[in-house]
C-alpha cells in the first residue's frame, strides 16, 4: 500500500469545473476535503470504486468527497471537449453528487504529487487547506478503513 502523510498547504491549488470555472481548493475550507481520481481511464474506472464507498462516508457536512480528473497537458490535437463529454456522460450515468473537478494544465497533479498510473491518487486535505494524506491503491476494504480511519483522526483529534 503506497501510503504518506504529509504537510503541504494546497489551498492556492485550482481546478475547472465542467463549465471551465476556476474553482480553488480554498473555497472548501472549513471541511475535510478528500479528492480521488488519475491520470489513465484505468485509474479513473478505479476512482469509480473509491467514489461510491467514499461519498457514503462523506455525507457529514464536515467532509466533502470530489473526483477529479487529472488530465494535464493535452496535445493540441486533442480536443477538450471529448473528455467533457465523457464525464458528463459518467456523472449521468453513474449518479454523481458533485460533479468531478478537471485539472487541466496539470498544475494540481504536480502540487498534489499524482502518480500515473493504472491506481487511484486519493487525497485528504484538512480544513485548513493542507494536504495531509495521500493513497495510491487499489480499492480494498483495508484501504478505505485506513482513509477512513484518516478523516476520522481529522475530524476529531
Not at 498547504?9 to 472548501?28: E, G, H, T, W
Not at 486535505?125 to 483522526?153: P, T
Amino acid at each position: 500500500m503506497n501510503t504518506e502523510e504529509l504537510m503541504i498547504n494546497v489551498s492556492d491549488v485550482s481546478l475547472y469545473d465542467i463549465n471551465d470555472q476556476k474553482v480553488s481548493l480554498s473555497s472548501f475550507k472549513g471541511s475535510i476535503l478528500v479528492l480521488s481520481g488519475g491520470g489513465s481511464q484505468a485509474a479513473m474506472e478505479e476512482a469509480k470504486r473509491w467514489r461510491k464507498a467514499l461519498e457514503e462516508y462523506a455525507i457529514h457536512e464536515s467532509v466533502k468527497y470530489i473526483e477529479v480528473a487529472f488530465v494535464g497537458k493535452l496535445p493540441p490535437f486533442f480536443p477538450k471537449q471529448f473528455i467533457k463529454n465523457n464525464i458528463i456522460k459518467d456523472v449521468r450515468k453513474e449518479g454523481f453528487t458533485t460533479p468531478p473537478l478537471i485539472d487541466w494544465d496539470g498544475k494540481a497533479s504536480e502540487i498534489l504529487g499524482v502518480i500515473k498510473s493504472n491506481l487511484c491518487n486519493i487525497f485528504v486535505i484538512d480544513k485548513h487547506g493542507f494536504l495531509r494524506y495521500k493513497m495510491v491503491e487499489k480499492y480494498s476494504q483495508e484501504a478505505l478503513n485506513k482513509i477512513k480511519d484518516y478523516i476520522k483522526k481529522l475530524a476529531f483529534p
